[in-house]
């Protein structure tokens, strides 16, 4: 590493911490309809895509770990299982988000 080249430190357990309670909050405000209050938590420079309206998020568990918090869940009413892999900025703020997402269930009655 020359000296035109930053360091970049690793997040203090505040900042992750900050950052789980950002992405509990980003899916009660996305599923209760408030994007304002999504808004409120993304990084200005935030890469995030528009949420699907109509939709709830069932968190089974989140994973977090630095500037990076995992969220696993189930979204209904279309079935599908999902891990969200949530980037934070230095503030704890959300500035991106990537989705892996399952293929529906099929029922089997």
């Given at each position: 590493m020359n000296s035109r080249q930053a360091r970049r430190l690793p997040p203090s357990s505040l900042i992750t911490d900050s950052g789980v309670d950002h992405v509990r909050l980003a899916y009660h405000y996305l599923d209760t309809g408030d994007l304002d209050g999504?808004?409120?938590?993304?990084?200005?420079?935030?890469?995030?895509?528009?949420?699907?309206?109509?939709?709830?998020?069932?968190?089974?568990?989140?994973?977090?770990?630095?500037?990076?918090?995992?969220?696993?869940?189930?979204?209904?009413?279309?079935?599908v299982d999902f891990v969200d892999v949530f980037t934070l900025s230095t503030e704890g703020m959300l500035s991106s988000r990537r989705r892996y997402a399952a293929p529906p269930r099929v029922s089997t009655r």
């Amino acid at each position: 590493m020359n000296s035109r080249q930053a360091r970049r430190l690793p997040p203090s357990s505040l900042i992750t911490d900050s950052g789980v309670d950002h992405v509990r909050l980003a899916y009660h405000y996305l599923d209760t309809g408030d994007l304002d209050g999504f808004s409120s938590l993304l990084d200005e420079d935030a890469r995030l895509e528009s949420p699907a309206p109509g939709c709830r998020h069932h968190i089974e568990r989140i994973v977090a770990s630095g500037d990076c918090v995992v969220a696993i869940g189930r979204l209904t009413p279309q079935q599908v299982d999902f891990v969200d892999v949530f980037t934070l900025s230095t503030e704890g703020m959300l500035s991106s988000r990537r989705r892996y997402a399952a293929p529906p269930r099929v029922s089997t009655r």
